[in-house]
């Protein structure tokens, strides 16, 4: 037995199976891009921790801001005792997006908390209480959260779930686009939402929508943008907040530091963690000042949200990602991407659709060019074949049919590529075993 059979092995008498493992692979360190497992075999990091390590494992300044701090100061809540590293890190935040006249920031552990804290803050701030979400969306597995999102298997048994929470289909352009020319989609869309403000959910009882610009679980789907251009407007005309689900699109992974960037809108409120912390837990809530300062006292906290450690960790991250252009690199690893995934879907049927927006970028696997026939067991065995291989990858999308690459955004050239290598090469070979099997219809 290898040592991380071995491991793998403990797990499965201690820890419930609930807890998903989605490839075989153990993980005894990193650097950059390159984890290194209990057997001592490199793999190329395609998953950086489901988006977390977007500037790579052992990132030397975020090491030393860690060492440093912890010598300082590893705990003091901040309801107990101001510090440094809290205010800096909300300054900092509060800079890079701006809402409206003046920002004001709040920190929790997970990104969980911070959306459930933003439905909080957004209900306080409306005196209303529904919410509106949509289809595919993924933002938490605490209860509240599985009540905003959509993917069903996160959701057994667990009800009954939070009331007030409604929702519409995501703008899906590529399963639902009819045929239609984008804006003519957008159009119908649109026309969609302000339809359901009278026959769902009246936009006075209507506190806030959340979106994800792109989402992440459900697929690496961008909403279009003249879409949350539109909706934008309609939140204005109707006094309802906008939520931005941020945690795995920010910090520069779609090529700018908010995603909403690229539509030219701010939202109400914003929500973010993952790479920001550089592998330590900490998340945000951002906001307009006017809409975070109507919430009562007492009502937002909680024991370790901006632990002075990760808030020095988050600091450091921060800087690393502008020292090193990061949001530059973003845009040049989304071409690499998508021009190494056109090419292959001119060459692998399975291969329905290529989207994404930055290095934030995936493909979704598809029998007879079908978006209803998923091949989310073709996607199963690429996720086990590539991590034999030395590639770890992981799957997306409510039929996990999807390809979702979330490599550090320090990547070099060369290891870039060889992963690519190593997933194209397994997929044209199960592409093969596929066509032999004569490609048999899944629902």
């Known amino acids: 037995m290898t040592r991380t059979e071995e491991l793998l092995s403990r797990r499965a008498a201690v820890v419930p199976a609930a807890v998903p493992r989605v490839t075989a692979a153990s993980v005894v360190s990193g650097r950059g891009a390159?984890?290194?497992?209990?057997?001592?075999?490199?793999?190329?990091?395609?998953?950086?921790?489901?988006?977390?390590?977007?500037?790579?494992?052992?990132?030397?300044?975020?090491?030393?801001?860690?060492?440093?701090?912890?010598?300082?100061?590893?705990?003091?809540?901040?309801?107990?005792?101001?510090?440094?590293?809290?205010?800096?890190?909300?300054?900092?935040?509060?800079?890079?997006f701006p809402h409206g006249d003046k920002t004001k920031v709040f920190l929790t552990n997970s990104g969980a908390e911070a959306v459930e804290n933003a439905v909080k803050i957004a209900r306080q701030a409306t005196k209303r209480a529904g919410i509106l979400t949509f289809t595919e969306s993924f933002h938490?597995?605490?209860?509240?959260?599985?009540?905003?999102?959509?993917?069903?298997?996160?959701?057994?048994?667990?009800?009954?779930?939070?009331?007030?929470?409604?929702?519409?289909?995501?703008?899906?352009?590529?399963?639902?686009?009819?045929?239609?020319?984008?804006?003519?989609?957008?159009?119908?869309?649109?026309?969609?939402?302000?339809?359901?403000?009278?026959?769902?959910?009246?936009?006075?009882?209507?506190?806030?929508?959340?979106?994800?610009?792109?989402?992440?679980?459900?697929?690496?789907?961008?909403?279009?943008?003249?879409?949350?251009?539109?909706?934008?407007?309609?939140?204005?005309?109707?006094?309802?907040?906008?939520?931005?689900?941020?945690?795995?699109?920010?910090?520069?992974?779609?090529?700018?530091?908010?995603?909403?960037?690229?539509?030219?809108?701010?939202?109400?409120?914003?929500?973010?963690?993952?790479?920001?912390?550089?592998?330590?837990?900490?998340a945000a809530v951002v906001g307009r000042a006017e809409v975070l300062d109507a919430c009562a006292p007492g009502t937002l906290g909680g024991t370790y949200g901006g632990n002075p450690v990760a808030c020095a960790a988050a600091l450091a991250t921060i800087q690393v990602m502008e020292d090193e252009g990061l949001c530059e690199r973003a845009v040049r690893i989304g071409n690499v991407l998508r021009d190494r995934f056109l090419d292959l879907q001119a060459r692998c049927p399975l291969i329905g659709d290529v989207r994404g927006l930055g290095a934030m970028t995936a493909i979704e696997l598809v029998h007879d060019g079908d978006p209803n026939k998923p091949a989310t067991d073709v996607v199963k065995q690429l996720v086990d074949a590539c991590e034999k291989r030395g590639l770890l990858i992981v799957p997306a999308g409510s039929y996990g049919n999807i390809v979702r690459i979330l490599c550090p955004l320090v990547i070099p050239d060369e290891p870039l590529e060889r992963g690519l290598d190593v997933l194209e090469g397994e997929l044209l070979r199960l592409a093969c075993v596929e066509k032999e099997k004569g490609q048999p219809v899944r629902v």
Request: charged share 20%; proline share 5%.
């Open 34 to 96: 390159i984890v290194v497992d209990a057997d001592g075999r490199e793999l190329i990091d395609f998953a950086t921790g489901i988006g977390v390590m977007a500037v790579g494992h052992s990132q030397g300044p975020v090491l030393r801001a860690i060492r440093e701090q912890t010598e300082k100061l590893q705990h003091t809540c901040i309801h107990v005792a101001t510090y440094e590293p809290y205010v800096a890190l909300c300054e900092k935040l509060a800079t890079l």
């Open 140 to 282: 938490g597995r605490t209860l509240l959260c599985l009540s905003l999102t959509s993917k069903v298997g996160y959701k057994s048994g667990c009800g009954p779930f939070a009331p007030e929470v409604y929702r519409l289909p995501f703008p899906n352009y590529y399963r639902h686009g009819d045929g239609l020319t984008l804006s003519a989609f957008v159009e119908r869309e649109l026309a969609r939402l302000r339809q359901a403000l009278v026959n769902v959910v009246a936009p006075g009882n209507l506190a806030a929508v959340l979106i994800e610009v792109v989402q992440g679980e459900g697929g690496f789907v961008p909403a279009p943008f003249e879409y949350l251009r539109g909706l934008r407007r309609v939140c204005d005309e109707h006094g309802v907040l906008l939520i931005i689900d941020e945690i795995q699109t920010g910090f520069c992974r779609t090529g700018r530091w908010a995603a909403y960037e690229h539509a030219g809108i701010r939202p109400d409120l914003s929500t973010w963690a993952k790479a920001m912390g550089g592998g330590l837990p900490i």
